[in-house]
């Protein structure tokens, strides 16, 4: 039986390592041949990190983790820190990478690597692999439409000499494969209407054309427009294999603090779909006048709600931009001035959301089925797993 040894680079911090470390898990438990060792790049000390990797080694004997020598990025890219990180452990990459083939060549019936996964902001760990003679995939964390929005505005500006750039403020309609309906270009994401970011997103964009295939945390059911319009050819084939979910909570359950339990406890109390959950992701912060419009706009609505609000991150890893919501007002990336979403903008929001008619609320509930089904075997996402899987070695040296 041939086996075959993945390595796995994520972007540094916890929570891209946490989905690539479960879809990980998922493929070793689906194929006894697959074996994966993660290249760990840290910033600095985290203990959430740390434990979580710990809790994960312990569990899976055919995950292992090595943590990279940490270097200092280039002080001559202040404004690209993240990407020089990156760029910085090339070398260190190649070196771990060399040991785990020796080590290959050296014991008969070894796993023999056979790929890399990169996270999307790892691309150009696609040079370490094209030395060592093998293909890189990429493991997405966003959704499908995200990737497709992606290679349209890199397509866009690439090959039809457009700069979206100039679409701030503009009504022009853009056809987007990737989207059923039509997206006014003004309502693009911020950072694609700033030069300096849209280069940041374009670059990796650009490599993901160089792969032989792409895993997105998404499930066929949820987006099949979005997964169809690959098809084409036009891109590597994508593999829609979520959701990708840590139910279990690998690493904090002996740490689980006493407002969590409590915060648990409440959540039992409360009727059936009645609690609004805010979370805006690990970097996700708001200014004060911000927070307060939406505490006052959750306060009217009525709804019971559970808020996670966090401070602002600091900037050490180049993105000192404040992730304001998708809804928000005329943000510029480029200054500290934005609109406020206004706290009666919110409450219609929530009551929208709340307020469902059944039809609605039947459909979600359906959906919700889906995604514990797609999984399980037969499932569509667990088919996908194994295409993914059969490529992996297909494609091994």
């Not at 985290?46 to 569990?59: C, E, G, L, N, Y």
């Not at 991150?313 to 993105?319: A, H, S």
Request: charged letters at 25%; a negative charge.
């Amino acid at each position: 039986m041939k086996k075959a040894e993945l390595v796995f680079i994520p972007s540094p911090g916890i929570s891209h390592l946490v989905p690539t470390v479960e879809v990980a898990k998922l493929l070793v438990d689906r194929d006894e041949r697959l074996s994966i060792t993660f290249l760990v790049m840290k910033l600095r000390s985290d203990p959430k990190v740390d434990r979580f990797i710990d809790s994960v080694s312990t569990a899976c004997n055919r995950i292992r983790f090595i943590h990279l020598s940490k270097l200092e990025p280039d002080p001559n890219q202040p404004n690209n820190l993240f990407v020089s990180l990156i760029e910085s452990q090339k070398s260190n990459v190649k070196e771990e990478v060399s040991r785990l083939v020796s080590r290959s060549e050296s014991s008969p019936g070894s796993p023999t690597l056979a790929g890399f996964v990169l996270d999307m902001f790892c691309t150009s760990m696609i040079d370490v692999a094209n030395e060592f003679g093998v293909p890189s995939y990429i493991f997405l964390t966003s959704s499908a439409a995200c990737l497709g929005l992606l290679f349209y505005v890199q397509a866009l500006h690439d090959e039809q000499k457009v700069d979206p750039t100039e679409f701030k403020g503009s009504d022009t309609e853009l056809v987007m494969p990737c989207l059923a309906n039509l997206l006014p270009a003004k309502l693009l994401p911020s950072v694609m209407l700033n030069k300096e970011w849209l280069s940041f997103l374009i670059t990796p964009t650009r490599r993901f054309r160089e792969t032989k295939g792409i895993m997105v945390n998404t499930f066929e059911e949820l987006e099949s427009h979005a997964i169809n319009s690959f098809s084409n050819g036009n891109t590597p084939p994508v593999y829609p294999v979520g959701p990708i979910l840590n139910l279990n909570r690998d690493g904090d359950r002996h740490v689980e603090s006493d407002t969590f339990k409590d915060i648990k406890q409440w959540l039992d109390e409360q009727p059936l779909s009645s609690v609004v959950y805010l979370c805006f992701g690990s970097m996700g912060s708001f200014g004060v006048d911000q927070v307060k419009e939406i505490a006052c706009g959750l306060e009217q609505s009525g709804h019971r709600f559970l808020w996670s609000l966090r401070q602002p991150p600091p900037n050490e890893m180049g993105l000192g931009v404040e992730i304001k919501m998708d809804y928000r007002g005329e943000f510029q990336l480029d200054g500290d001035e934005y609109n406020i979403v206004s706290a009666g903008e919110i409450e219609r929001g929530v009551r929208c959301l709340m307020e469902l008619d059944n039809e609605k609320r039947e459909r979600l509930k359906e959906m919700s089925g889906k995604s514990r089904k797609v999984l399980e075997n037969g499932g569509t996402s667990s088919s996908w797993l194994g295409r993914f899987i059969q490529d992996v070695m297909d494609h091994q040296p």
